[in-house]
């Protein structure tokens, strides 16, 4: 039996060097989340020593500590995409053939992308519970450990002017950020006034907010003197294992966990063998994730402060203050591709939660091109007969709210022959918000259906789009956002033909302009509609067969940045 076992990217000094069990040798490359890497090394040397082969031939393990987002973006762009927040990763990074995320939330962003990334296996080994975590003396101030609270608490102490200070790790770039964030923007609930309470809450954490985990806990107290205390991090979602980490190092202010209800969506580290990955190495994937499965893998989790994938936990774990009960928690067995973090969870509900961060703290152009067509009357059983131009005027209102001084934002308005023959009109061009906001909400008044007007579809969206790159800003995602509810019908208008064909003349990689359709209704054709977006160098079509849910469909819009620089 020949095996090897490489970890780290090391020789780990264990080799095996008899011949008889096994021949050859298949190398497996894992990338595994950071924090789980020691486990899944000691539990590899194990199954090799143990006679670890497939179909008798030998296996060489390799794994190597990579964080998720790293991870995601390099997979992104081996897909021609880029995930909110992440930036555009060079192709030349290295996909493994196993990839451990720390959550299934990133693989659920990847395939709302990419469609064509579709892992196998998908069976999560490990969990760690999402919690909020406050120095001790700060969560004594707000009832722990004697009550128990929920995130509506926290939300409403956040909007509500305390001292409480709060922040989070980019969600765009952290799963346990991005699982706090959805359990705050629930508990606010619905309606005009839980609106303004998440856009609060929003605004307040992106204020305490880091690019890096360890930046941020670098912000909570180092100990109780009041010099440190002022100013200090109060609280922050992150995971179990953050809170034990940190703990281990002995600060003199440890941080207590505290388990929110309701308890939002556990990291549930999915085993992820990669789509390119052939049977030889698929079968040497299955027998590595069986031996992460075995009871002695939930013993080298917890010395790593991790339970295993039920929620339970292994001999001397760690439990940071406030701990849940061993079988607490928000882990459950998982079996599927998605894992525990997609419990309740689709792309979308993600994608909006990221749209409304992404509109408060990621610098960005638009250009916003409403249908004001006859057809824009239409009214919406389902948003007690309203028509669709109120919902989309509450959409673009929406949007103002969140999108951060940092943006600039303009108006159009198109149907037919709006300015002489042009079928469109501009209403304010784009103007940075710290000048211009209160112009841009009085202008979406403006967007009111003309009477009989039909829809100049193509040659507003050309127009739209050479408006945009003409002003084009960098270090700004550039984009046009074109609102519509039908087909073109513009018979002085130009061709799809000549739309796709001047659209792809000015493609021009140096200014790329994102061009986004928002399809209202059931009207619209989504093959025109596609076949515009795909002329340009990024952007997607996003329909809202009911009209109703226009404004969570634009949260999706705002989200999706592939191909934005």
């Not at 023959?421 to 784009?430: A, F, N």
């Not at 949260?555 to 940045?561: M, N, V």
């Amino acid at each position: 039996m020949a095996i090897v076992v490489v970890l780290a990217g090391t020789w780990l000094g264990y080799r095996s060097l008899t011949d008889k069990d096994c021949s050859g040798e298949v190398k497996l490359n894992v990338a595994a989340a950071t924090e789980l890497t020691p486990a899944v090394e000691r539990a590899a040397q194990q199954w090799t020593a143990d006679g670890g082969a497939v179909n008798g031939t030998c296996v060489a393990v390799t794994v190597t500590g990579v964080s998720s987002p790293t991870m995601a973006s390099t997979i992104a762009a081996k897909h021609g995409v880029t995930l909110t927040g992440l930036g555009a990763a060079g192709k030349s990074g290295t996909v493994p053939d196993v990839w451990i995320a720390d959550s299934s939330t990133w693989l659920m962003r990847l395939r709302s992308e990419a469609s064509g990334f579709q892992p196998t296996d998908g069976k999560s080994v490990a969990s760690s519970p999402v919690v909020v975590a406050m120095p001790e003396a700060a969560a004594k101030e707000v009832g722990w450990p004697d009550r128990q609270l929920g995130w509506s608490d926290l939300s409403k102490k956040i909007t509500t002017g305390t001292s409480l200070r709060t922040g989070i790790v980019d969600p765009t770039r952290d799963a346990a950020g991005l699982a706090g964030l959805l359990a705050l923007g629930q508990a606010a609930g619905t309606g005009a006034e839980a609106k303004a309470q998440q856009v609060g809450v929003l605004r307040a954490l992106a204020a305490g907010s880091s690019s890096l985990r360890e930046d941020l806990l670098q912000k909570f107290p180092a100990s109780s003197n009041p010099a440190d205390l002022a100013g200090s991090l109060s609280a922050a979602p992150l995971s179990e294992e953050d809170v034990i980490a940190y703990n281990a190092n002995k600060p003199e202010m440890p941080l207590a966990a505290l388990y929110l209800d309701p308890k939002p969506p556990a990291l549930d580290y999915p085993f992820l063998v990669m789509p390119e990955v052939d049977l030889t190495k698929a079968g040497a994937a299955t027998g590595l994730r069986q031996a992460l499965e075995q009871p002695s893998f939930k013993n080298e989790l917890a010395k790593v402060g991790l339970r295993s994938a039920d929620g339970t936990v292994g001999a001397d774990f760690a439990a940071p203050l406030g701990a849940t009960p061993p079988t607490g928690g928000s882990a459950a067995p998982s079996s599927g591709t998605e894992g525990t973090a997609a419990a309740g969870l689709d792309a979308a509900s993600i994608n909006r939660v990221l749209g409304s961060w992404a509109a408060i703290t990621l610098p960005g152009r638009v250009l916003a091109v409403f249908d004001v067509s006859g057809s824009m009357k239409t009214k919406v059983p389902s948003a007690n007969n309203v028509d669709r131009a109120t919902l989309m005027r509450a959409a673009a209102v929406q949007g103002l709210t969140l999108f951060d001084d940092k943006w600039a934002v303009g108006t159009w308005v198109f149907s037919t022959q709006m300015d002489g023959d042009k079928p469109y009109k501009e209403i304010v061009p784009i103007t940075p918000l710290t000048s211009g906001r209160s112009r841009l909400q009085e202008s979406i008044n403006q967007v009111v259906p003309k009477e009989g007007g039909n829809t100049g579809l193509y040659d507003t969206a050309l127009a739209a789009y050479k408006s945009v790159q003409d002003t084009w800003v960098a270090g700004r995602v550039n984009s046009v956002l074109l609102f519509t509810d039908g087909k073109n019908e513009n018979a002085d208008g130009i061709s799809r033909d000549t739309l796709i064909a001047e659209l792809k003349k000015l493609a021009d990689p140096k200014r790329p302009v994102r061009m986004v359709i928002i399809g209202i209704g059931t009207g619209v054709d989504a093959d025109e509609l596609q076949a515009i977006t795909a002329a340009t160098s990024a952007g997607g079509v996003f329909i809202a067969p009911d009209p109703a849910k226009i404004s969570e469909i634009f949260l999706e819009a705002i989200s999706s940045r592939s191909g934005a620089r």
